[in-house]
């Protein structure tokens, strides 16, 4: 019984979790009563047998079990007396929203909740990974380089702030969608980014969080038709697509170049490609959209060397135009090194260096490291390799750079064991 | 995973306070701890006599005080463990123990601190 729980913890649990606090009203009673309806299934379920609709169930138990706590708490505090009979009273159904399944509503309708514009950015990501992805305060706090209890009281501010501001449990109405979606899909972006890049560690991904950005992205793309959800979702899925074949049996990175083009996920691509074409269809471009194309352009190349890189160069160019940044700035250059020969990229990189931003950034010296080597400038190579190694907080990544490094001929500074 | 909840008072406060008082206290403390109990999450809990002694190195040797370690107007009073997915959870479970919610004017307070996984860095 422990594992048909377990099973329907992972697979149901956020679900549930969303349509309790709908019905609750309260993201921490949603909380308490998720976990007092599977207490609840553990003690009844060998008893009774496993109910035909296990989802309700659970939503009906744990309704109930917050309305018994709530009448027992008013022994302290008779408010909550009131909210226990208008949470009894009220529809268990959902108001107005189509959709055949009520309970991804739900899952929407919390994710825009935690992503309120009352909310400070910071914490509306540190919300939307705990109340939807389900991650622990801990987790959230590592990817986010804090402390877990500064992450903790940024949650629990942020519930009391919804509460203080009586924000609804609805989505929103059609005119404020679009810029209440952007937060959003920013907040599902880094989901993703955490999860397949993670920002420290041992380890170079995490396919649980990915494959829950992908999951989110996917619900928001169904619902609202528009293109940067669309562009969102391709881009994850065309990222994903390479997962297999960006790390190796060692758990060590592997440069583009040496990819393995068969072990990508051709189905993903596929799907990829088509949410692409409709997010282009709408010619808007924003920046999802564009960096899905960029991704699209690697993922149907043959190889690297039949990568279209005149096409990527063009590309990078509209998005630093409608998201100028240091970041993209450099990948154009990479690019443009590809197009034009590492002469050129070089001195683009150097341009970039120059200006201050990158310097603690491993992938610029890295970049850079790369035109050297092509370039048969090795020693200076091997110095951006070192500087590179030196900034990387990132296991695989690092030891990439200290391959590198050995295939120069050079003995790493910070050599590890095997 | 674990938390350790401390729950705080002011011992001489406390002291002052006639048999019919703490009694009044006590009762109202029931309906908090009932709240604990309930919640699933709690693995033991218990007061502590406010008695103390302290036991501190001294040149290699163990040097004993009586009073406690350090001489602070609250001294731990109460000491739970509870079961939490995440320190959010611990929080809201912890935020149940009575003194969250009573003694303000006798110094309660709660200390919640993460169980550690190994040993301190």
Not at chain 1, 44 to 70: C, E, K, Q, Y
Not at chain 1, 136 to 157: C, G, K
Not at chain 1, 223 to 237: R, T, V, Y
């Amino acid at each position: 019984m422990k594992e048909t729980l377990d099973a329907l913890w992972r697979s149901d649990g956020r679900a549930i979790r969303a349509t309790l606090a709908r019905l609750l009203g309260d993201l921490d009673l949603a909380e308490e009563a998720l976990h007092d309806a599977f207490a609840a299934a553990l003690e009844a379920w060998p008893r009774d047998g496993v109910p035909a609709n296990a989802r309700a169930w659970l939503v009906s138990t744990g309704r109930f079990r917050a309305i018994d706590a709530l009448r027992r708490r008013a022994r302290f505090d008779v408010a909550l007396a009131e909210l226990a009979t208008r949470i009894d009273t009220e529809e268990a159904a959902p108001s107005g929203a189509a959709g055949d399944d009520p309970l991804a509503d739900d899952s929407l309708r919390l994710i825009f909740l935690c992503c309120h514009p009352e909310l400070p950015e910071e914490a509306q990501i540190a919300l939307t990974l705990r109340e939807v992805c389900g991650l622990a305060t801990e987790e959230i706090a590592r990817a986010f380089l804090v402390a877990p209890a500064a992450m903790a009281q940024r949650i629990v501010r942020a519930k009391a702030r919804l509460r203080e501001r009586r924000v609804a449990f609805e989505l929103p109405d059609r005119a404020e969608l679009p810029a209440r979606l952007d937060a959003v899909l920013r907040v599902v972006y880094l989901v993703f980014n955490e999860g397949y890049f993670a920002s420290s560690g041992a380890t170079l991904d995490r396919a649980d969080l990915a494959a829950e950005a992908i999951r989110l992205a996917r619900l928001l793309a169904e619902l609202l038709p528009d293109p940067e959800a669309n562009g969102l979702l391709a881009l994850l899925l065309l990222h994903d697509a390479r997962r297999a074949a960006r790390v190796d049996a060692a758990g060590d990175l592997v440069p583009l170049e040496e990819q393995e083009r068969s072990k990508f996920d051709r189905v993903a691509i596929a799907e990829g490609v088509s949410r692409l074409e409709h997010a282009l269809a709408a010619r808007r471009f924003g920046p999802y959209t564009l960096q899905a194309a960029i991704a699209a352009v690697h993922a149907e190349a043959p190889s690297s060397a039949a990568t279209d890189w005149t096409q990527l160069v063009g590309l990078y160019e509209l998005l630093r135009r409608v998201e100028p940044s240091t970041v993209v700035e450099l990948n154009r250059a990479a690019a443009l090194a590809m197009r034009d020969g590492p002469a050129a990229g070089l001195a683009r990189l150097d341009e970039l260096l120059a200006g201050g931003e990158l310097d603690h950034y491993a992938p610029a010296h890295a970049a850079r490291a790369d035109c050297l080597r092509r370039l048969g400038r090795n020693a200076e190579a091997r110095a951006a390799y070192e500087q590179a190694c030196g900034l990387s907080k990132q296991e695989p990544e690092r030891r990439f750079f200290e391959r590198r490094l050995r295939e120069l001929g050079a003995e790493p500074t910070t050599s590890r064991g095997s | 995973m674990r938390y350790l909840v401390l729950a705080y008072g002011d011992r001489s406060k406390m002291e002052k306070l006639t048999k019919e008082q703490f009694a009044a206290l006590v009762a109202r403390c029931k309906v908090h701890d009932e709240e604990l109990k309930r919640s699933g999450h709690l693995v033991s809990a218990d007061s502590l006599e406010w008695d103390c002694v302290a036991i501190r190195p001294r040149g290699g040797k163990p040097t004993v005080t009586d009073g406690p370690y350090a001489e602070l107007r609250e001294q731990v009073g109460g000491l739970i463990l509870i079961e939490a997915r995440d320190l959010n959870e611990a929080v809201r479970i912890a935020s149940l123990h009575p003194a969250a919610h009573l003694g303000e004017e006798l110094g309660w307070g709660i200390e919640l601190r993460p169980i550690a996984a190994g040993c301190h860095q």
